[in-house]
């Protein structure tokens, strides 16, 4: 983030991995969308959007 000067409330991670990418990315203020490409329908967390497929991320962006 440093080399973009990017600050953290105005970023969003999108990861496949609930507690590494969407935990950690909530964990310093950042904004996180799970890449559910297993279509998990009990998740541990809320995160920001839930997609299945990247045709989807023009609905949350």
Request: no cysteine.
């Amino acid at each position: 983030m440093s080399a973009t000067q990017s600050e953290q409330h105005t970023s969003l991670m999108i990861g496949d991995n609930w507690k590494n990418d969407v935990a950690g990315a909530k964990e310093v203020g950042m904004g996180a969308g799970y890449y559910n490409i297993k279509n998990e329908t009990s998740l541990p967390f809320t995160p920001d959007f839930n997609m299945r497929s990247w045709d989807e991320i023009d609905l949350f962006l």
